[in-house]
């Protein structure tokens, strides 16, 4: 796992630099996917990883992919700069996410729900998130994905504590 990370890292390394714009942000994605697909993965097999060793590096992988992205967002212009740029529909570049901690927790639960799916074959969804952390409607499990200035301590603990104990795959 560690060598397919200090692989996937060194592309990414390379690549991070080309991404001035928010369309290039999903052009670099592509291309990451496209190279763990095709490069990474098939360097693999002649050690014949199982099903479980796959799925690890497949998620060492994503949460590297968080990772840089973390780190590059900070840096793209603003939306309104990026729309002007790009071409892009005004109110479709105000929906990407700039703040890198949101962008780490949307990700975190994004995996955690494709971890669900994965392993226990069932889906579930953003709202078993917030009920199993003892909420009773979606706001506060919002604003915290979306690193909300009224997002307290302890929902950060209750969120995070659902994530890593991973009661759902219980």
Not at 67 to 89: C, K, M, T
């Amino acid at each position: 796992m560690e060598w397919a990370e200090k692989l996937y890292d060194a592309r990414v390394q390379r690549r991070i630099g080309l991404v001035k714009s928010w369309g290039d942000l999903s052009l670099l994605r592509s291309e990451l996917s496209f190279y763990q697909s095709t490069v990474v993965m098939p360097l693999l097999a002649p050690v014949h990883p199982d099903d479980f060793e796959i799925e690890a590096v497949r998620l060492a992988l994503e949460g590297r992919e968080s990772y840089w992205l973390a780190d590059v967002v900070p840096h793209l212009p603003a939306a309104s700069a990026a729309a002007e740029n790009s071409g892009v529909d005004a109110s479709a570049a105000s929906d990407v996410v700039k703040d890198p901690i949101a962008v780490q927790r949307k990700a975190w639960v994004d995996e955690y729900i494709a971890e669900v799916r994965r392993v226990k074959k069932k889906r579930i969804s953003r709202t078993a998130i917030w009920e199993a952390a003892g909420y009773t409607n979606a706001t506060t499990f919002e604003r915290w994905q979306r690193n909300h200035p009224r997002t307290t301590r302890a929902d950060d603990t209750a969120f995070s504590r659902i994530l890593t104990d991973k009661p759902h795959l219980k």
